[in-house]
C-alpha cells in the first residue's frame, strides 16, 4: 500500500541525536500526502508503484503463529543465516535508488547487526528504511530510538487483534500481546522524529469479526495505518486452512461493514492482497495491494526452475544469490482462467491462490466489466 500521511499523533518524549535525519523522510512524506490527496484509483495506485527490496535476515522468530507463510523453519534458518554482513551490504549497493528497503523475514530484531545494516541503507541514500517485525523487542525504547537514530524511518508491526486472548490465539506466544503493543508505544513516541507506525493484523476466521474493534485500538496507540492483510494460501494458511481461512467475499463483506460503520469519510485502514473483483463495493481509497519487490536467497533454497535459477544467478559479493521476485511467487502459486481476460483487472490481477481454488471454487471470482 503506497504511504498515506498520519493523521494522529500521540504525545511523546524526546529521543536525542537525529533530529537531522528526518529532513529527507519528512520530504518524501509530503510527496506522500500530495499523490494521496490527488484520490488517484486502485489501478492507476497498482500502474504507478515503484519496486521495493526486501532483505531476509530473521533466522528464527519468537512467534509462532499458526497462519506463518514462512513453513518450512530449517530452509529459512539455512537461507536468512547466510544474510551475511558482506552479503547484506553487496544487496544494499546493488539496489541503490529503491524506493524503500525492508528489512523481513522470520523476526528481524534477533539480528544484532540490524542498526549496522540500517545505518549504512542511510549512507547508501535509501530514502525510506523500514522493518517488518512482530514488535516486541521494541518495547524497549532504547532499541527502538536506537533503530530510528540509524535511519529507520517506518515499522510495520504485525498484530493479530485487539485482545490478549485474540492476538496469543493466533501467534501461540504467551505474553506477545503485552510486548507488541509496549512495541507500538514506543514506535508512537518516536512520530514526533518523521517515523511512521503502520501495522499488518492477518484476517482470519477468527478476527474478522473484530476489524472496527481492533482499528480503534489500533489508531488509539499511534497507528498511521491499519493493514488487513488478506493471509497467502501457502505454509501454515494451508495446513491449517479449513480451520482459519475465511472467503474472501465474507471479508470483502465485513470490511464494507466496517467502512460503515467507523464514522470516518477516509479511515486509515486498508485490504491487501485480496482479487479486486470481490472488492468492488470498497472504496478505492481502501483497497490495498501487496508491492513489487525483490529479494535475494541462497541458490540452494530458492524455489524457481532450474533454468530459471540459473538465469537468476548472481556474481561478486553476490556469488551464491539468486534473484526473486514477487511476480515468480504469483506465478508458481496463483492461477487465472479464460473468463478472466474480460476482467476490468486483468492487468493487474495477480490471480487466485491455487490452494484457495482447491477448498472454494471459482464462484466468488465474477469478472468486471470495463
Avoid at 514506535?187 to 482470519?204: D, I, M, P, Q, Y
Avoid at 492482497?273 to 541462497?298: A, K, M, Q, W
Wanted: with cysteine; aromatic share 10%; glycine share 8%.
Amino acid at each position: 500500500m503506497g504511504s498515506v500521511p498520519a493523521y494522529r499523533r500521540r504525545s511523546s518524549h524526546p529521543a536525542h541525536g537525529f533530529r537531522g535525519a528526518v529532513v529527507a523522510f519528512r520530504s518524501r512524506a509530503a510527496e506522500d500526502k500530495a499523490l494521496m490527496a490527488a484520490n488517484p484509483t486502485i489501478v492507476e495506485r497498482l500502474e504507478n508503484q515503484a519496486e521495493r527490496v526486501h532483505i531476509s535476515i530473521g533466522a528464527v522468530c519468537n512467534n509462532n503463529c499458526i497462519f506463518c507463510m514462512e513453513e518450512d523453519r530449517d530452509g529459512r534458518y539455512v537461507n536468512n543465516s547466510a544474510m551475511t554482513a558482506e552479503r547484506v551490504g553487496w544487496i544494499l549497493e546493488q539496489n541503490r535508488g529503491a524506493e524503500e528497503v525492508c528489512f523481513t523475514s522470520g523476526e528481524p530484531t534477533t539480528r544484532p547487526e540490524l542498526p549496522s545494516f540500517v545505518a549504512q541503507a542511510r549512507a547508501l541514500g535509501y530514502r525510506r528504511i523500514s522493518i517488518m517485525t512482530n514488535g516486541r523487542r521494541l518495547s524497549q525504547l532504547p532499541y527502538a530510538a536506537g533503530l530510528a537514530k540509524a535511519g529507520m524511518n517506518r515499522f510495520y508491526i504485525s498484530i493479530h487483534g485487539h485482545t490478549k486472548k485474540l492476538h496469543e490465539g493466533l501467534t501461540r506466544t504467551p505474553e506477545s500481546f503485552e510486548q507488541t503493543v509496549a512495541g507500538l508505544d514506543s514506535v508512537a513516541k518516536l512520530k514526533r522524529f518523521g517515523v511512521e507506525l503502520h501495522t499488518s493484523t492477518v484476517v482470519t476466521d477468527r478476527n474478522l469479526p473484530h476489524l472496527l474493534d481492533i482499528y480503534r485500538f489500533l489508531r488509539s496507540h499511534g497507528v498511521d495505518q491499519v493493514v488487513f492483510n488478506v493471509m497467502q494460501a501457502n505454509g501454515r494458511a494451508n495446513t491449517f486452512f479449513e480451520q482459519i481461512f475465511p472467503r474472501y467475499s465474507d471479508i470483502a463483506a465485513t470490511f464494507i461493514k466496517f467502512e460503515q460503520e467507523v464514522g470516518e469519510a477516509r479511515p486509515m485502514a486498508f485490504l491487501v492482497d485480496i482479487p479486486l473483483c470481490t472488492t468492488e463495493g470498497i472504496s478505492d481509497f481502501n483497497r490495498g495491494y501487496v508491492e513489487r519487490y525483490r529479494h535475494f536467497d541462497l541458490a540452494t533454497q530458492a524455489g524457481l526452475p532450474e533454468a530459471q535459477r540459473a538465469d537468476r544467478m548472481q556474481e561478486g559479493g553476490g556469488k551464491g544469490l539468486v534473484l526473486i521476485t514477487r511476480g515468480d511467487l504469483d506465478d508458481a502459486q496463483r492461477q487465472k482462467r479464460e473468463e478472466c481476460r474480460s476482467c476490468r483487472y486483468a492487468g493487474q490481477c495477480e490471480g487466485v491462490w491455487s490452494n484457495y481454488l482447491k477448498r472454494y471454487g471459482w464462484d466468488e471470482f465474477v469478472p468486471v466489466k470495463v
